[in-house]
């Protein structure tokens, strides 16, 4: 089974400023089997990324996802204090796992 | 446009069941997986499992096989995650999601990739 690592577990940034949030998989990840997503205070999440680095429909192209084998990263470019949100990274699979999260604070 | 409307939220007591719902419309409702995820108070999301409503197949994370019923009504266009003994431990939030998913080459091993829509989340609360 492979464990999804998130890092750093908080972040606070200025509006404008860049954040690079990491997920470390435990194992080499096959082809492009990773997602992101954004949980804003008291909603559900949403996807905002899938397949490593495909945007998902509506999202503005200040998210970008990279990475491959074990090491993926979502970027925000231009911090806005609506990108206040927990963001996790997700694995596909057979029993899909979640990463444990990384809070966003804006200063 | 996809939705996922869900039930309202629950107060329980240790040992009662509880089915909660999740109405799907803008899409062929037959042709795509739909499940559940749960979130416990202050805690990432875990997979439950997903049901295919064209055909009642289902699959469950190994972690909850055996402690929830998951279905799928056809007519009604709604899922279904069901209890039949709450305990304290199964206080969350529950969303319904509509994943992409599809059998590997094996032809019955189920592959689930992302998970594109979500409902708005039940909140069940168990405690005596």
């Known amino acids: 089974e492979i464990v999804l690592t998130q890092s750093p577990g908080s972040l606070s940034l200025s509006p404008g400023e860049r954040a690079t949030l990491s997920c470390r998989a435990s194992?080499?990840?096959?082809?492009?089997?990773l997602a992101w997503y954004q949980q804003k205070p008291g909603q559900a999440p949403r996807l905002l990324i899938f397949?490593?680095?495909s945007r998902a429909t509506g999202i503005p192209d200040r998210f970008s996802g990279s990475g491959s084998g074990t090491d993926f990263t979502l970027t925000i470019s231009r911090l806005e204090p609506e990108d206040i949100a927990v963001y996790y990274c997700?694995?596909?699979?057979?029993?899909?796992?979640f990463g444990q999260g990384t809070r966003l604070e804006i200063k | 446009e996809v939705q996922l409307v869900q039930s309202g939220a629950e107060v329980k007591k240790p040992g009662e069941s509880l089915k909660i719902s999740c109405e799907a419309s803008?899409?062929?409702?037959?042709?795509?997986?739909i499940g559940w995820v749960r979130q416990k108070p202050g805690r990432g999301l875990e997979w439950m499992g997903v049901?295919?409503?064209?055909?009642?197949?289902?699959t469950y994370s190994p972690s909850f096989q055996g402690q929830v019923t998951i279905s799928a009504d056809m007519s009604a266009r709604t899922a279904y995650l069901q209890w039949n003994s709450l305990q304290a431990s199964d206080t969350a939030i529950y969303y319904c999601?509509?994943?992409?998913?599809?059998?590997?080459?094996?032809?019955?091993?189920?592959?689930?990739?992302?998970?594109?829509?979500w409902g708005q989340g039940t909140l069940v609360t168990v405690s005596s």
């Open positions: 997700q694995l596909y699979g057979r029993s899909p796992p």
């Open positions: 999601v509509r994943p992409v998913a599809y059998y590997d080459s094996s032809g019955y091993r189920l592959q689930v990739e992302y998970f594109q829509y």
């Open positions: 397949d490593v680095s």
């Open positions: 194992q080499s990840v096959t082809s492009n089997s």
């Open positions: 049901v295919y409503p064209a055909d009642s197949h289902i």
């Open positions: 803008g899409y062929s409702f037959p042709n795509y997986w």
